[in-house]
């Protein structure tokens, strides 16, 4: 799965891939660190077990190639053929051996890298439709199968951990969900959230009156965004520090 044969010639999306590859071997050693037998616990994501996650990634490689293939041809097609296939096909895929949903895995992953790899440079900038019936370039599906696989690597529950993360990963995480809020801030009445890393270096203005300041380290700050837990992570001068709001 190395980035040295991809087709295109970009090198922030050269480092986009290998980020994203990265984090599918980060996965994929989470899971196959599991015993057969805990495939059946409990996951960090409410109401679903490992096996729900592991069907989610494996599928979520499936449905993120269908775009890939989308912007190569021009024919559409779609992550999914309605908003009900996704949480049926997980739920299918939650029934299979553990060696199947293993395979699964890794082989829709594979499928996934190989056209990322043969995609060429001018058709990266294609318009596709994401699940949430967002366009954007194909070049978006990196990123999103980045989030899914680092992610959800922790939320298997088993070690993984956002301290493991590349610092580049941490910080474009605390960005996406800064403009996530920023963005949905009037239409949800969310106050401003501002970051202060304590282990990155200080760039951050004197904040205004109203201003929910967060600080602790990059890591503990995204996985407290992110709905991870809070642990390291506290309001500056003092108070509650709020629960955060949705990300995605």
Same mark, same amino acid.
């Given at each position: @799965? ?5 087709r295109?010639?970009d ?8 980020l ?15 015993s057969d037998e ?12 490992r ?15 269908r ?7 021009g024919v559409?097609?779609? @992550?999914?053929?309605?908003?009900g296939?996704?949480a049926?096909?997980?739920d299918?895929?939650?029934?299979l ?7 699964l895995?890794d082989?829709a992953?594979?499928?996934l ?5 043969d995609?060429?440079?001018e ?8 699940a ?7 070049s978006e599906?990196v990123w @999103?199968?980045?989030?899914e696989v680092? @992610?959800?690597a922790?939320?298997?529950a088993?070690?993984?951990? +956002? ?8 910080d474009a995480l605390?960005?996406?969900v800064?403009?996530? $809020? ?5 239409t949800e009445e969310?106050?401003?959230?501002? +970051? ?6 200080s760039?951050t ?11 602790g380290?990059a890591?503990?700050?995204a996985? $407290?965004?992110?709905g991870?837990?809070g642990?390291?992570v506290e309001r ?13």
């Amino acid at each position: @799965m190395g980035a040295r044969t991809d087709r295109t010639s970009d090198p922030a999306l050269q480092r986009a891939l290998l980020l994203a590859r990265h984090g599918q071997a980060y996965f994929a050693r989470t899971v196959h660190r599991l015993s057969d037998e805990e495939f059946d616990a409990p996951s960090l994501l409410p109401g679903w077990n490992r096996r729900h996650v592991i069907a989610h990634v494996g599928l979520n490689a499936r449905a993120l190639t269908r775009l890939i293939e989308w912007a190569d041809t021009g024919v559409e097609t779609p @992550m999914y053929s309605s908003p009900g296939q996704r949480a049926e096909e997980i739920d299918l895929a939650a029934t299979l051996a553990p060696q199947a949903l293993r395979n699964l895995c890794d082989h829709a992953a594979i499928h996934l890298s190989v056209e990322w790899r043969d995609l060429p440079d001018e058709r990266w900038s294609n318009l596709v439709r994401t699940a949430q019936g967002r366009t954007v370039p194909a070049s978006e599906t990196v990123w @999103m199968r980045t989030r899914e696989v680092w @992610m959800h690597a922790v939320d298997l529950a088993s070690g993984a951990a +956002f301290a493991d993360f590349p610092p580049e990963l941490v910080d474009a995480l605390l960005a996406d969900v800064r403009a996530s $809020w920023a963005r949905r801030a009037a239409t949800e009445e969310l106050p401003e959230f501002v +970051f202060e890393p304590t282990d990155r270096l200080s760039t951050t203005a004197e904040p205004h009156p109203g201003v929910v300041v967060v600080s602790g380290p990059a890591a503990a700050l995204a996985s $407290w965004a992110t709905g991870r837990g809070g642990a390291g992570v506290e309001r500056a001068g003092g108070g509650t520090l709020p629960a955060p709001p949705r990300w995605l």
